[in-house]
């Protein structure tokens, strides 16, 4: 029993509380309504309110005020005073409202706001010809004057914004210590700013453009006062809606801070003036879009046109060039085949000759070795016999190996200029036709490389295709890597593999300038050449890419600027049943 009374004393405690709060809210608000209320605002924050020549209040937010206290029946008195002693007067009870507060977030701890009557747009100021600051980051180490206690200063403060702060007590300080150049900048509203700068003549600052942020502004009752915010807010409503509200604003505020045109006015003069217009430019706008269309095709059939042209013309142009290339190669057959023959019959008695002495050597040295035992060394041509015995052997074996060797490179330089029009499914040994190749660029390389390399892979598969083709690719791949290095002492480095996709491959890989990207992309196209100047066409990648594809292959490209380039020639392994 005793416990069931204790828990129905607990459930009337809260009802107790708020019949308690109630009585006191009540009390609090019939005592207000029996004495004048006391509204309170700053004294210099003109249009909206200030003391006047006589020291009376005016302003705008004074006469609204006086109107909303008139048609609700109240009795007001109003007290103007510096800002931050109006704020600490309203938190102490001994003023019942603000006229005037900006709405913030962080206010709303100290405060309850009523509707807003007007917005205050805050401003930075700054002197004459400074173009460093524009925005809320060009304050960052700035001088900023601010009135203390203003919502310009808790923005500063709330946003964090490292700034050497200079506190003053009213908006007339902050304007006149920055016209007399002291400080970067001030935080003052644009309107009350603009009032203050034509009284004190001031001539030399201005607002910058773009109002650093805009606020709601309007009435304030400490926190928890709702029923007499509630009464300003009714007359605020009555005086909008009697139309006296517009009058008070439209003599303060003037253009200034204009009302909006209700949506509705808008709505109905645009149906009345704009409807018939809209009508003739739909009409304009349909006929307009049937002819762009009309166009539009007619256009895109114009450019396919000139597309196709452009196409065909380089198109004819490459194969003009090709076949000029072509020309010449068989000119270069012809040619090679001639010196060929002139440079073979001279040697071929060179060898049959060398071939001779090299065989008659051994009989010719016992005679001479006879003639040394007994009259000692003698003079056989330059030098002395015991050292000629020696030495002409080698010289003989020199000789033919020298001699063999041009026949070599002959064959080398006929088989790569000759015409062959044999097909693609012969089975070629990699490592021949790259062997054959580096004897036809071996001058070459050495003028441009004492750093060159190659590695050949053990057991590397044959490929199929054409032997003489892919020397023509082989020897314009090692030819270009030669062509891109700027220093004998850069490297040129060949290696050939396998891959597990059926392919053999031959890298080449040279230290020279490297190429960009976007070039990179153009490389294989017919005529695209960064050594044109030099006497290049353009054709020999463009060539050897032909080749390779017609190979069922590929050639892969990498390379950065400064860091060389590297070229990877992949061809299909040759199998049995290809020539199925």
Not at 372 to 394: A, C, T, V
Not at 437 to 458: G, H, I, P, W
Not at 490 to 503: C, D, N, S, V
Request: proline letters at 3%.
């Amino acid at each position: 029993m005793q416990t069931s009374r204790l828990l129905r004393s607990l459930c009337l405690l809260p009802i107790l509380l708020l019949c308690i709060i109630g009585l006191a809210q009540a009390e609090e608000d019939s005592v207000t309504d029996e004495r004048s209320l006391v509204l309170g605002g700053d004294h210099n924050y003109p249009p909206y309110e200030y003391l006047d020549q006589f020291g009376f209040p005016a302003g705008y937010n004074v006469e609204l005020s006086k109107a909303i206290a008139k048609v609700m029946g109240m009795e007001i008195s109003i007290r103007l005073n510096d800002w931050g002693q109006v704020r600490r007067a309203l938190r102490k009870g001994e003023v019942d409202l603000l006229m005037g507060m900006a709405h913030t977030e962080e206010r709303l701890s100290e405060v309850d706001f009523s509707s807003p009557h007007a917005k205050v747009h805050q401003s930075i100021w700054v002197r004459k010809g400074n173009m460093t600051i524009r925005s809320k980051a060009d304050l960052v180490g700035k001088e900023v004057v601010v009135m203390k206690g203003s919502v310009m200063h808790d923005y500063m403060l709330e946003h964090e914004i490292v700034a050497n702060l200079f506190l003053v007590t009213t908006l007339t300080d902050a304007l006149t210590l920055l016209a007399s150049g002291q400080h970067d900048c001030a935080l003052v509203a644009k309107l009350p700013g603009e009032y203050l700068l034509s009284e004190l003549n001031l001539t030399n600052i201005h607002p910058i453009a773009r109002p650093l942020v805009a606020q709601n502004y309007g009435f304030a009752v400490k926190k928890g006062r709702l029923s007499l915010l509630a009464r300003f807010n009714e007359g605020l409503s009555l005086l909008k809606k009697s139309g006296e509200y517009g009058q008070i604003r439209e003599k303060w505020l003037g253009v200034l801070q204009p009302e909006g045109v209700p949506g509705i006015v808008i709505v109905r003069y645009g149906a009345l003036v704009v409807g018939p217009l809209l009508l003739v430019l739909v009409l304009i706008s349909l006929w307009s879009r049937t002819l762009r269309k009309q166009v539009a095709l007619r256009t895109g059939e114009l450019e396919a046109e000139i597309i196709e042209r452009k196409r065909a013309a380089d198109e004819l142009q490459v194969r003009q060039k090709q076949l000029l290339h072509a020309d010449k190669m068989s000119s270069l057959g012809i040619l090679t085949s001639g010196v060929a023959h002139e440079i073979n019959n001279p040697n071929g008695l060179i060898q049959l000759n060398l071939s001779q002495l090299n065989k008659s050597w051994p009989d010719a040295v016992e005679i001479l070795e006879e003639h040394y035992l007994r009259h000692g060394d003698f003079k056989l041509g330059w030098f002395n016999y015991s050292r000629m015995r020696e030495e002409i052997p080698q010289m003989l074996d020199e000789m033919i190996d020298s001699s063999h060797k041009i026949k070599r490179i002959v064959e080398d330089l006929k088989d790569f200029a000759r015409r062959n029009d044999s097909g693609y499914n012969d089975s070629v040994e990699f490592a021949g036709v790259i062997k054959a190749a580096l004897r036809l660029a071996d001058n070459q390389l050495r003028k441009s490389t004492n750093c060159f390399s190659v590695e050949f892979a053990d057991d590397l598969p044959p490929f199929r295709g054409n032997g003489h083709r892919i020397e023509q690719v082989v020897v314009n791949l090692i030819l270009n890597a030669c062509q891109a290095l700027t220093s004998s002492q850069q490297a040129i480095h060949l290696r050939t593999g396998q891959l597990p996709e059926g392919m053999v491959y031959l890298t080449v890989e040279d230290e020279g300038c490297g190429m960009e990207s976007d070039l990179l992309e153009r490389i294989t196209d017919p005529f695209f050449t960064t050594r044109r100047e030099s006497g290049g066409t353009g054709l020999g990648l463009s060539v050897s890419d032909g080749i390779v594809k017609d190979h069922q292959g590929r050639l892969e490209f990498s390379s950065e600027p400064g860091h060389g380039m590297r070229v990877r020639l992949l061809l299909p392994i040759y199998q049995e049943n290809d020539d199925e």
